[in-house]
């Protein structure tokens, strides 16, 4: 049931609820029809509306310092979905490796072990309309669609992704029907939470959850159990005003709050000059099995981590078109429909050339199950790394206030040295393990590799923050514990990625909704 708080009558509510989550994003809505599916009644609030705005159109802007951080502008949508509205939706669960200790990296364990996490993938794959597989039938499919790169080099191993399909990706459409029906599931849009309240006496609970409307209406909801879901940025930022408001209750014993602030690091690093496109496109292209599309990916192999002191990293291959092909005319289509504002592009000169396209693609799809690489393309080595944790690299408060009355962001990104001599060693052995390969026939592979990161030709950040709200299993050390409960406060979680004490080697969607599904379990056993 969808509520609008800013067309509330009364300029003050009070409600009650067993629990209470701040923000309808992809986590947000997952947790809640998970806890549903649990007999859980939930109270939903969200800042945006029911159509997904972005940070500048929310005015959510925040002061930066340090390496400019893209995602605070471009990879953030508030609003109903939240940042699924955007995402590709590519879907890869962590290995065991990821979250081990890796001391040569100064890299901690999670505290949770990788099998206990797994075991919610198959229901996590299951909700979003992917098949469960399993590990064997994973690596014969790799070696049947992949043989060339399954036996790329010891220093690496192959793994694919699942996407999405389109149709899945916006979790206000995926879930529409609960949102929208299920009486037991309250959703408030307009409702920006400002503040968490504790009692002086009672500092170890959130007593309320106050939330307000950009035209002054309030909300006041008293919740038993409380779950921030509003995303890296946002939950950081409610829990520093939360820290600031009780004169340091999180950060008292030294806990990292805001601290250790890092992303992928995504660079392209060579240029493929094809001898055999359509060999090359077989080769490394992303394939369809089950109706679902899948990519490939070479990681740094744990031995290789090792050996040369690497944090996880891996190289996929990408191609770049120059916005004129069907492929973009149909990727653009698809994204419009996602709930993304795109403009279609398609001019009525490029209309013989669009149709040509999408004939290539669709053969392609139905005769090789492959995507087909547009012609002409640029064809790229991409490498991503997960970032050294680092500390200084943090988020903090500012002292000037966005227009609910909230403290706004300062974000302090860094990229040390030992991030780019990461990067370089992994492009530096890639390259020598293609010229090894039998691949090179295919094509031959030239390293680009800049001097300093901002001179990279392509480099970004990859929207997928982590580490400020990191978990772990002592609270001097932590934010957050093994159930993503903050140190310190009885009834209050974390959803987010945020909490990942270390990045690794995956996108962080599919372990995150992984963590999302173990939680509502945990939450369920509370209430219960
Ligand atoms: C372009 C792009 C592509 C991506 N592709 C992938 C991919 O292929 N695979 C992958 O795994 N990950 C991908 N990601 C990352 C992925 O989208 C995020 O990790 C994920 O969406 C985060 O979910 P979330 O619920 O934590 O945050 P969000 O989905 O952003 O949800 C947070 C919600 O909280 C609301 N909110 C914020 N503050 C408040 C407040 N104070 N009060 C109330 N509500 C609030 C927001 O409006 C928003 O709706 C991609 C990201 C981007 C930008």
Redesign the pocket.
Known sequence: MIRDLSQVEAPGLEVRTPLCI?????????LACQLRALGVDVLL????DRF?RSANE?A?TCAQRGIRYR?AE???????????????????PLTAADMQARPAVGIDAWPIDHAELTNHLAHVKQRLGLRAGDDAGESALSARRYPGLSAFDPDFALRL?E?LPFGMRN?AQAFADPLRQDSGLVVWLN????RLQCDAAEMGRILAVE?RSANGRMLNVRPDLVVI????L??T??LLAFDESTSGRLTANGAPLGRYFADHLSVTCGRFACRDWTRYNHAVAPVFSGGVMRTPRLEIAPAAQDRLALTSAFVHFTFVTHGDTGFDVIRSFLRQRQGERQRLGLSPRRLGRVVQDVGAMAYWRVVHRQLWIPRPADLLLQVDIEQVPNWNSRLSLADDLDR?G?KRLVIDWQITPEDIRVIRTVAQRTVQAWDGSRLRNLARLEMTMPLRFDDFETQYD????TGSLRMGSQPANSVTDANLRVWGLENCYV????VFPSAGS?????M?LALTARLAEHLASRIR
């Open positions: 701040i923000g309808a994003g992809t986590a947000g809505i997952f609030l969200e800042t945006g997904a929310m959510q995602g471009q990879g953030r949508s508030f609003g109903l979905g939240g940042t699924s509205v955007l995402w590709g939706g590519q879907m890869i992704s996407w979790f409702a920006g939470v400002v939330a879901c509003a995303g890296a946002e939950s930022r409610l609910l909230r990859v929207y997928h923050p959803s987010s990625t945020a995956a996108n962080p969607g599919l995150h």
